[in-house]
């Protein structure tokens, strides 16, 4: 597609970004979805697998997994239930649909959550100190649970893209400027963000967010997003104050450096970045 036309699709597919992410429980309907995008029903999931790389029930999918993951580490919520959410009426059929996308059955995958976390476990993460480049981001602001932000990556991404700023194998962002053990849930602040030339046009949606050169403590990590409290507690409670490093007066910032819509949870892999003094 030429650039004005990328981007001309881009904002046609905004409201239905924003009505998935609101809606994860729905089931998606075409007539609706193509009529938030002022789309044709005939032609409305060819231009949406075009500019996402995936169908729309695969990004509902992807959404429904992920909660269900969030929700097998709350013990008092029931399997049953935790089906229902993510929109199976079969034990059977979510087991199957869990197991495919995490590579254990959701009842082992509740066990193993639930063991204690001994944050002595030293190795388990490893930790380089890098000399970073200042990195331009393009980006949106999230504000609730971090472990809701995933569909404003979905938007950031296209957004740059089809504007022509950014390109859609680029590693992701987030930036976590709050600490969710103090904070409340409703009140964290983050950010998802795409990195692009310090001279980009942005437009009206996207910010611009700055991340300075600097020291940087990397921790890299592989596992599904949702489990990411466990090597932060580790670098805070183990690495950090024996490491004679302390953190500069900036947010903790994430790279993404593979894509979710077509890796398993297991294999996603994540630097956490520390900026140092």
């Known amino acids: 597609m030429k650039p004005e036309t990328l981007n001309h699709y881009g904002q046609r597919l905004e409201p239905v970004l924003h009505w998935l992410a609101r809606n994860p429980d729905a089931d998606p309907d075409l007539y609706r979805l193509a009529d938030l995008a002022c789309l044709s029903p005939y032609h409305f999931h ?5 500019l996402m790389g995936e169908t729309v029930n695969a990004t509902v999918q992807r959404i429904r997994m992920h909660r269900a993951a969030v929700a097998l580490g709350n013990p008092e919520a029931s ?7 993510a929109g199976y009426e079969s034990d059977a059929a979510f087991n199957r649909a869990f197991g495919t996308a995490f590579g254990i059955p959701p009842g082992r995958y509740r066990a193993a959550r639930s063991r204690p976390f001994d944050p002595k476990e030293l190795g388990m993460y490893p930790i380089k100190i890098e000399t970073l480049p200042g990195v ?3 980006a949106l602001a999230h504000r609730g649970s971090y472990q809701e932000i995933g569909p404003q990556f979905a938007r950031v ?8 700023i950014a390109r859609p194998e680029s590693v992701g962002y987030g930036i976590y400027l709050d600490d969710p053990a103090q904070v409340p849930e409703h009140e ?5 963000g795409v990195p692009v030339a310090p001279d980009a046009e942005l437009g009206d949606e996207l910010l611009r967010f700055e991340i300075p050169a600097g020291r940087c403590a990397v921790l890299t990590y592989t596992g599904p997003y949702n489990e990411m409290d466990k090597p932060y507690s580790w670098m805070f409670s183990q690495w950090l104050p024996t490491s004679g490093h302390e953190p500069a007066n900036f947010p903790m910032f994430e790279m993404y450096m593979n894509d979710p819509r077509t890796t398993p949870p297991a294999q996603l ?3 956490i970045c520390m900026l140092l003094k």
């Open 79 to 85: 399997l049953r239930d935790v089906a229902l959410r």
């Open 188 to 192: 964290l602040r983050s950010m998802a």
């Open 269 to 271: 892999q994540t630097c």
């Open 136 to 138: 331009t981001l393009a």
């Open 157 to 164: 991404f296209m957004l740059a893209a089809t504007r022509g």
């Open 46 to 50: 060819r231009v949406y697998r075009a």
